[in-house]
Structure formats: structure tokens, C-alpha cells
């Protein structure tokens, strides 16, 4: 991290504690609680009601456009920049693609980077054990067990009273002064990730109805969809699919929510090996998250990438019979 004077003047001095980089602090108070409700919900209604209202008045190109311009960039700021950049290190970003990732992944509304990152830290160390923020053995093996153990892993865990400390889980993302304001600055990055749409939509076709219609499909179905495709890496993730790699919980690799999930489904290589900033590693897995990286790469903002090697992807294979495959 490069200190410019900026950073050095707005930097603590040692010995006071840093700010919460959550409104809020650590603890999740009632207004956030129904806050929380209103995010999930309200989106999840409009995905439920877009079908038949599809039918009934229609979708334009341009809805569909902001729909899957706007996931994607949510999308891939999440899995680039909060999961493989800022929770697990998987490269080393110039600053403006630092600030920028953050910036990305906020307008997925999945809550703000700090909390997001430390949450995800916390699940790794303890995956699918006592401590885990979301897995869905949760409640144990028996099959209502495991739906209620989905549910818990899908949604529920978001409105758990515990709250991952941030300053013990992303120390590193906390004393960063911008980092700190982006995450602070949620409720900013809700409203621009939510007006967007609608706001373009007004603009193209200069009518109230274009900029509603833009709002429906650009801002809530996509928000809806974006949640609970990141959320089903949490919950179905890691109760299905395959184990090819070593891992000591257990996630699976999933290919049907490899696209609409810009690579993450991949997630029992990831388990397996946490920093390597490639998940689809075999022949044949997208991953979109790992070749928009390497085209930063090559623009040189990003470096130091942690690309997989065949000896450290065999290392995690497990038994020769999966070698063969
Ligand atoms: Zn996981
Ligand atoms: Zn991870």
C-alpha cells in the first residue's frame, strides 16, 4: 500500500482506536435490522411478480440492457473485488482499481466491504464449523436439518445478532482511511446502485413509465437476482456438488451457477485453495472473475497474481481415482 501524505494525515494516531468502518459500529441495531428486512424482501417480491409481468406489459431491450450491465458489474465486484482481492489477496491492485473495486461491489447492496470482508474471512476459518457465520450443517445431517440449515446459510444469518469484529477480522481494510469511507458511505452507494437504472431509462425514452419499468427490471429484479445467486454459493455451494479437491468442509463445485455467478461456484477449489485467483481451474469452468483479472493484468493494474500451478492444483486433488478424471 503506498502512503500518500493524504493517507498519513488522516491516519489515527497510534494508540486511539480506529472508527467502525460500519455506520453503527460492530452491532447491528434495530433500524439496520429493518432495513435489512426491506433490501431482502422488497427485491425478492419484485423477482417473484417480473414473470408474469413480463407477460402482462412487457421488458424493453434497454431494461434488459441495465439489468445485465448493472448485475455484472455488481457481480463481478464482489467476486473480484471483495471476495478474491480484499478478503483473500488473490493479486495486488494499483490504487485506483482498489478504490474502484470497492466502490463496484457496494452497488451490489450485499452490504458494506468491511462487514462483507470480515463476515467472509470468518467463514473460511471455521467452514462449516462451530464459528462459521453461514454454513447450512448448521443444525445438523438429518434432512429437515439441512433445510433449515439452507435457509439459516441462504438468508437467515444475515440478521444474526453476533456480528463478525471487524477490527480483528480486516484489520488491513479498517486503517485504510478510503476503504473506511467507502464502507461508511453505503447508504450512498445503495442509492446510486438503485437510481442508475431508472435515471437512464428516463433520459432514453423521456417518459415516466421508460424510467419505471428501467427501475423494476435494472434496479430490484437485478438486486434480487445478484443476492440470491451470492447467497446460493453460501447455502447450496455447500451442501452439493462435486469434491474433486482436498477441502475440510464441505463446499462443492457447482456448474449451473458458474455464468450467473461470474466463476464463484467453483467453490470447492476455492475452499481448497482460498488465495489462488482463479476458481474454475479444469478444463472447461468459466470463470469471468479470473479473466477480467487477467485483463488488468495485462493493463498493469493489477500484479503479483496468484495464478494456479498444475504441481499446487494436483497437491489438492484428492486420491488417484479424481487424478484420473
Ligand atoms: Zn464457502
Ligand atoms: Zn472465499
Not at 455488481?74 to 485506483?96: D, L, S, V
Not at 475452499?271 to 468459466?286: E, F, K, N, Y
Request: charged share 20%; glycine share 8%.
Amino acid at each position: 500500500m503506498t502512503a500518500d501524505p493524504q493517507t498519513v494525515e488522516e491516519s489515527p494516531r497510534p494508540g486511539t482506536p480506529l472508527p467502525s468502518a460500519t455506520l453503527g459500529g460492530d452491532s447491528k441495531g434495530s433500524v439496520e435490522q429493518i432495513t435489512l428486512l426491506l433490501f431482502i424482501t422488497v427485491p425478492f417480491l419484485a423477482l417473484a411478480a417480473a414473470v408474469p409481468l413480463a407477460w402482462g406489459w412487457g421488458v424493453s431491450w434497454l431494461d434488459l440492457g441495465l439489468l445485465v450491465v448493472m448485475y455484472y458489474v455488481g457481480c463481478h465486484g464482489i467476486t473480484i473485488g471483495f471476495h478474491r482481492y480484499f478478503t483473500h489477496g488473490a493479486f495486488k491492485a494499483k490504487r485506483p482499481l482498489r478504490i474502484a473495486l470497492a466502490i463496484m461491489g457496494s452497488l451490489a447492496v450485499e452490504g458494506p466491504l468491511v462487514r462483507w470482508v470480515a463476515d467472509h474471512r470468518r467463514h473460511h476459518k471455521f467452514s462449516d464449523a462451530e464459528g462459521d457465520p453461514h454454513s447450512p450443517w448448521r443444525y445438523g445431517e438429518t434432512v429437515p436439518a439441512l433445510l433449515k440449515g439452507l435457509w439459516w446459510a441462504h438468508i437467515g444469518w444475515m440478521f444474526d445478532e453476533e456480528q463478525t469484529p471487524q477490527h480483528k477480522y480486516a484489520p488491513d481494510l479498517v486503517k485504510d482511511p478510503a476503504l473506511r469511507a467507502v464502507s461508511r458511505q453505503f447508504v450512498l452507494w445503495t442509492a446510486v446502485s438503485l437510481l442508475v437504472p431508472p435515471l437512464v431509462g428516463g433520459l432514453v425514452t423521456l417518459e415516466w413509465a421508460g424510467a419505471l419499468s428501467a427501475f423494476f427490471w435494472g434496479s430490484l429484479v437485478r438486486v434480487a437476482l445478484l443476492h440470491h445467486v451470492t447467497w446460493s454459493i453460501n447455502s447450496i455451494c455447500h451442501a452439493v456438488g462435486k469434491r474433486p479437491f482436498k477441502s475440510r468442509d464441505r463446499s462443492g463445485n457447482v456448474w449451473w451457477l458458474a455464468v450467473l455467478s461470474c466463476g464463484e461456484s467453483w467453490h470447492n477449489l476455492h475452499h481448497a485453495d482460498p488465495t489462488c485467483a482463479r476458481h474454475g481451474v479444469l478444463r472447461g469452468q468459466l470463470d469471468s472473475s479470473a479473466r477480467l483479472i487477467r485483463w488488468f493484468e495485462k493493463a498493469g493494474w493489477a500484479y503479483d497474481v496468484r495464478w494456479p500451478h498444475a504441481s499446487r492444483i494436483d497437491a489438492r486433488r484428492k486420491g488417484k481415482a479424481a487424478q484420473a478424471a
